[in-house]
């Protein structure tokens, strides 16, 4: 009668472990989450309006119309005009694209070079490993945010008069190196944090039977690292890489509003932020939405991300699972 009520018991809970996948699981385990659930939503709000910024956005972000100049939110223009008479919701709204555009582009180049740096570095030891993680260290040893601007501000200059060089005089102009400047700015820095974890993780992981069974039987190693190593790293990156978009964000705001970022008329909560900050911060609380909503958009777009990797951090890690 033990032995039955033992079986059934245990049948009881594989069937409950089977219940779920593993994704299902975590999405129900964040759902559980309020802060995470919260910032979930932000998140896919923010993508969503990037997404479809042409069709949502009531007017063009660089549509000038100095008659309606510095007006106060109204049913014409919901959160009023600048002193060019840019409909400022127009402008935030296509602000989230270019930070959506930002924070992906600089999560697969933080990725694409951090990964295999990491675990090489993990992976083979030795001079590779000693290498890889001096320059990163190196990296360290700046303030993150003041090399940033630096790299900003001394690549910027060559890229434009390289462009200008070679006759590519509308694409200096256009604001697309604004981008690629700001990109490679963040992901130089960002991978070094990458590759310091994943190397941890790769360390931990080939002492692990399943991996020294995989060598012992001569397979490469390549298909080691690939197949065994990196998908059981996986939950800390993911974690990583989504509590690190939102400091992408803020990067990406702090840039644009010291200059060195992206300009005018690019839309960018950072340098709508620097354009109306110095015009009106004198003269509180006059025009103050221009100030104010593009301030709290960036913040609730970081809180987002912060509380988002919380929760994914606390329904990915084994040790907090209840």
Known sequence: MAELAIDIASTQTNIKGRAHSPFVWVVLRILGNPPATLGAMV??????????????APYAYD?????????????????????????????????????VFV????????????????????????????????????????PGLLFVFFIAATIKPGILSWARSIGLNDLARSGYLDYAVVIMALGVIGWAGLARLIRAQVLTIKQREYVIGAQAIGAPTWIVVMRHVLPNALPPIIVALSMGMGDIALSEGYLSYLGIGLQPPAPSWGNI???????????????????????????????AFNFFGDGLNEALNPEIVD
């Open 273 to 303: 932020l620097s354009e109306n900050a110095g015009r009106y911060w004198r003269t509180f609380p006059d025009m103050i939405w221009l100030v104010l909503i593009p301030g709290l958009v960036l913040a609730a777009v970081v809180f």
């Open 103 to 142: 924070i992906v582009m600089t999560t697969v180049l933080s990725f694409v070079i951090g990964i295999p740096l990491g675990a090489a570095a993990g992976y083979l030891g030795g001079w590779v490993d000693t290498v890889i993680m001096r320059v990163a260290d190196i990296l360290f040893a700046f």
């Open 43 to 56: 998140i896919i709000l923010m993508v969503l309006v990037a997404i479809f910024a042409p069709v949502i």
């Open 63 to 99: 549509k000038q119309d100095l008659s309606a100049a510095r007006k106060a939110p109204s049913t014409v223009h919901l959160l009023g005009t600048d002193d060019l008479g840019r409909d400022m919701l127009s402008r935030i709204i296509w602000g989230a694209r270019s930070a």
